[in-house]
């Protein structure tokens, strides 16, 4: 793995940037990032939302210790896949969502061994360009993504980002490396993965 400050980007092909932007570090002016508490688009956490990267929201993240960079982070997704894909990047609740974050957890456990401690929020699932992405963001401020390439020989890796002010989960420490980059949306945001190699 890429040691600190060295873009994951740069190692494995570039796997890295299709696992979506890594990080942001918080701008200095406040006016950069419209953060709000509520969103018209969502009033109840029972519903599938949008995510709004214009107006960012932490909606459906309130009981997370780090909400707003949680909220950043998951906009910063958002963004991702509308400016590359054209897709708008829609979150359930995890409870309704229980498929995705079953299928996420089955490779974390099967390739690695890895049971992540922390509660899942929200998860969401979908297809661009042939690719089955699925993410899952956690109470903690953990994101996690699934990038299964639909034909065989295609990348396929899991993808960990950290929300800005969190610890690195314990579960995670003493085995993955993490690299830090840059974005006026979520602070700084440190990032990691690992490939697939069985089939799912």
Do not use: C
């Not at 701008?27 to 419209?34: C, F, L």
């Not at 899952?136 to 990348?155: C, H, R, T, W």
């Not at 085995?175 to 006026?184: D, E, H, V």
Request: aromatic share 10%; glycine share 8%; proline share 4%.
């Amino acid at each position: 793995m890429p040691l600190p400050n060295i873009s994951i980007s740069q190692t494995r092909g570039g796997l890295a940037s299709e696992l979506a932007v890594f990080v942001v570090k918080r701008s200095r002016d406040p006016n950069s990032m419209q953060l709000s508490r509520t969103s018209p688009d969502r009033k109840a956490v029972d519903m599938a939302y949008a995510v709004d990267f214009k107006d960012v929201s932490v909606v459906g993240l309130e009981s997370s210790p780090v909400p707003e960079a949680l909220a950043g982070l998951r906009a910063n997704e958002a963004r991702y896949f509308k400016n590359k894909y054209d897709h708008v990047f829609t979150v359930e609740p995890a409870d309704e969502a229980t498929s995705t974050v079953d299928w996420v957890h089955r490779i974390l456990k099967e390739e690695r061994g890895l049971v992540i401690g922390s509660r899942p929020l929200e998860a969401t699932e979908f297809e661009v360009d042939g690719i089955r992405m699925a993410y899952v963001f956690y109470e903690s401020g953990l994101s996690i993504n699934v990038m299964y390439a639909l034909d065989d020989g295609g990348k396929r890796a899991v993808g960990f980002k950290l929300s800005d002010g969190m610890e690195i989960p314990e579960e995670l420490a003493s085995t993955f490396k993490f690299a830090r980059q840059k974005s006026k949306l979520a602070g700084t945001i440190r990032g990691s993965y690992f490939v697939i190699k069985n089939t799912y």
